[in-house]
């Protein structure tokens, strides 16, 4: 297989990267000028392509490459990856499912407490020598609050299961009402925040959800209220976040991901009643690795023709 | 009898009891807040025109000792409120010998100290605070060379002191399937999880060791060397007990060393002075023991603070 062309358009596990290198001809692309030079010398030889978060094959790129047959995602999320234009095609698509799910479920609770019962600025108190002043002040309680889950998808319901291990209320909004499930549901994400303690972002980024919490959902969610968000930058109106934020019309936030990663929004750093993580979500040894191994395995699984593991198109 | 005509003195000695109480009218007690002074107590009530046998009741939680000097110095002294599951921080050898109630609320924080030592333990696993610090002073690169953490699932949790607190831990950590066992005094036949008569074979046996037992003489530097060399390089610590569980000393040479992977920490030995051996440290979370202070928690506890004080004071005091 040594012989078979992959372009890599996304930051990986090394450990990936170099699994690519060892079974396939692979071409790197993640920045711009580095595609272009790889494009014009071998777009016609390329069969496959290695995405992730950070980077997907759009429509112009699909086209480019006339003997691409498939596009494997090291993410769960694909929405850098033109799925219209992949179905159109014929070209296949997989992602990685499942192996994430109880790490961003972890971290999601991890996130809440932090921003909750400000664990964060309590280490900042001690490490900085404050605690020699004076006690630190009063937080919020977690047990006992109402969690609403935006997407009760795979992640959502992980997440859902831990809040009840702290006699959380659950209540949801979804595309759809799930007549199996035992949580609250309500019809819209207005309605969800209005009540709910902590809002928790939990699905996927599509056109639909692109913004999905606005100025009115975040009104509505109110100045003792929490955002959490584990799914995309873009799911969140950004400059109404921090002016909501900053204006104290939403109560804190925790945030694991940004409309432009890697920029942060500096207005947020000053402040005490947010949490700032670097997109770490899946980021634990053994999910990254599964994760890693999930895309090799999907690629040598289409290459010896046998059935993808997970496929999405 | 004589009747009490002046509202009575009430020491306050914990910082977290300023809500509700404060606001009643006409005024029952008259809240002395000692917190905020550095004074000796003796000079804090000469400033405050209170003479010592007018104070008859303190408030407290576990940030401040209520020790022999302070119980001699109230001649008065009837009651001891402490918000806390402790008592440690009171000697209670002098309030028996001086027959003064000791009324303990620290049930009310249950969920609170169990909340903290999942959060510390999450934190930790998946560096949220490093994290943090590390996001506010991000760059232009995408950071996917920040360390990565590791997963919850399948973890084993040794749980040392399996009481109410302990309880509410392993109802928390079961959710996130982490595999619990425990270290007791006694072996508690009403739970499923495997018991080990033993420290150092609970720390063999557990990838983190959650400390929620009282602070005894038995308990004293429980966490000694052995036991976080049994536990191991991949292990982690989280105390919300009491700082002098754990042989701090040692403590702080195993995580700078490696010899454990990490440690949560909410209680020290001295506080409120932490180790500065800690502070450079990202493998370490670190809370000025704030496990029971939440607002949820105190507005509850208000209610049975004011309870307490009017059971007391209602109570005519003899005349011997």
Known sequence: ?313 | MAEEEEVPAILVLASSFGIDIKSQNPPKYRFLEAFSSNLPLLQFLQQQQTLPPSVRAIICNALKPVTADVIRSLPSLGLVVTASAGTDHIDLTECRRRRIQVVNIGGLFTADVADMAVALLIDVLFKISAGDRFARNWGLSKPLGFPFGSKLGGKRVGIIGLGRIGGEVAKRLEAFDCIIKYHSRNKNPSVSYTFYSNVVDLASNSDVLVLCCPLTEQTRHLINKEVMLALGKDGIIINVGRGALIDEKELVQCLVKGEIRGAGLDVFEDEPNVPKGLFPLDNVVLSPHAAALTLDGFKDSCEYVTQSLDTFFSIKPQVS
């Open chain 1, 1 to 313: 297989m040594g012989s078979i062309s992959v372009l890599l358009v996304g930051k990986v596990l090394p450990y990936l990267e170099q699994e690519l290198d060892k079974r396939y001809n692979l071409f790197r692309g993640i920045d711009p000028s580095q595609r272009a030079a790889v494009l014009r010398d071998h777009a016609s030889s390329i069969r496959a392509v290695v995405a992730s978060s950070s980077g997907g094959p759009d429509a112009a790129l699909i086209e480019a490459l006339p003997k691409l047959e498939i596009v494997s995602s090291f993410s769960v999320g694909v929405d850098r990856i033109d799925l219209q234009k992949c179905k159109e095609k014929g070209v296949r698509v997989t992602n990685t499912p499942d192996v994430l799910t109880d790490e961003v479920a972890d971290l999601t609770i991890g996130l809440i407490l932090a921003v909750l019962r400000r664990i964060c600025e309590c280490d900042r108190y001690v490490r900085s020598g404050n605690w020699k002043k004076g006690d630190y002040k009063l937080t919020t309680k977690f047990s006992g609050k109402t969690l609403g889950i935006l997407g009760l998808g795979r992640i959502g319901a992980a997440v859902a299961k831990r809040a009840e291990g702290f006699d959380c209320s659950i209540c949801y909004y979804s595309r759809n009402e799930k007549p199996d499930s035992k949580y609250k549901y309500y019809p819209s994400v207005v309605e969800l925040a209005s009540n709910c303690d902590v809002l928790v972002v939990a699905c996927p980024l599509t056109p639909e959800t692109h913004h999905i919490i606005n100025r009115e959902v975040i009104n509505a969610l109110g100045p003792k209220g929490v955002l959490i968000n584990i799914g995309r930058g873009k799911h969140v109106d950004e400059p109404e976040l921090v002016s909501a934020l900053l204006e104290g019309r939403l109560g804190g936030a925790g945030l694991d991901v940004f409309e432009k990663e890697p920029h942060v929004p500096e207005e947020l750093f000053g402040l005490e009643n947010v949490v700032l993580l670097p997109h770490v979500g899946s980021a634990t040894v053994e999910t990254r690795t599964a994760m890693a191994d999930l895309v090799l395995d999907n690629l040598e699984a289409h290459f010896l023709g046998k059935p993808l593991l997970t496929p999405l198109v």
